[in-house]
């Protein structure tokens, strides 16, 4: 089966371009802003927020190594999203990514929570332009995760049904991921 994190992959690879803008709101070691970052090449721009320098260093390196220089890190929570595309001038992204709880590798007390991950969802989807496409990667088998996740669905499932699709790809069981995929319409 192919994994979530790469059918996120081919679902922003769909409708990102080079040019585009892009966010990654989790870090971590770097690889969804990589990603992101080679799709839109140096004529584009991602911004990766993560709340731990940590993440942002890692990121930072394996960007480095492939000679990226146009994904700007900031270490700031994406509860913040709003303010931070206020201070940038920033009003619209073609695609975001959510790639939610730990570090892999890291402390798993520095966990995504509910209330800041809904704080960035709210806005996100606003910030997103039609046509442009969302991932939210959601762990329940953390401490936290299962809510975490409850609270993802139910939000989505509040989203104006002819303004966005909703994908929704789980594993068998009851504590696989589960990937969301929202596409804004055109
Ligand atoms: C599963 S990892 C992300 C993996 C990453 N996208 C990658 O490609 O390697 C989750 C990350 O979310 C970060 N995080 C937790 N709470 C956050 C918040 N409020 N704002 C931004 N990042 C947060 C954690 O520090 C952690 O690095």
């Known amino acids: 089966m192919t994994p979530l994190t790469e059918i996120a992959h081919q679902r922003i690879a769909a409708r990102l371009h080079s040019g585009d803008l892009a966010f990654d709101l989790t870090a971590g070691n770097g690889w969804d802003s990589l990603f992101l970052a080679q799709c839109v090449g140096s004529a584009g721009r991602v911004y990766a927020l993560d709340i731990q320098q940590q993440a942002?260093?890692?990121?930072?390196?394996?960007?480095?190594?492939?000679?990226?220089?146009?994904?700007?890190?900031h270490c700031r929570s994406h509860a913040e999203l709003l303010e931070f595309c206020q201070e940038k001038q920033l009003s619209t992204a073609q695609a975001i990514m959510m790639n939610l709880g730990y570090l892999p590798g890291g402390s798993h007390a520095l966990v995504t929570r509910p209330e800041s991950t809904l704080a960035a969802i709210q806005f996100a989807v606003e910030l997103l332009s039609a046509g442009g496409v969302m991932t939210i990667l959601a762990y329940p088998r953390h401490e936290?995760?299962?809510?975490?996740?409850?609270?993802?669905?139910?939000?989505?499932?509040?989203?104006?049904?002819?303004?966005?699709?909703?994908?929704?790809?789980?594993?068998?069981?009851?504590?696989?991921?589960?990937l969301f995929v929202i596409q804004k319409n055109a």
């Open 56 to 73: 942002i260093d890692q990121t930072s390196r394996l960007l480095a190594t492939h000679e990226i220089n146009w994904c700007e890190l």
């Open 144 to 178: 936290g995760g299962a809510e975490e996740l409850q609270l993802v669905q139910q939000t989505l499932s509040e989203l104006n049904s002819e303004q966005f699709e909703i994908e929704t790809m789980a594993g068998s069981t009851a504590k696989s991921p589960v």
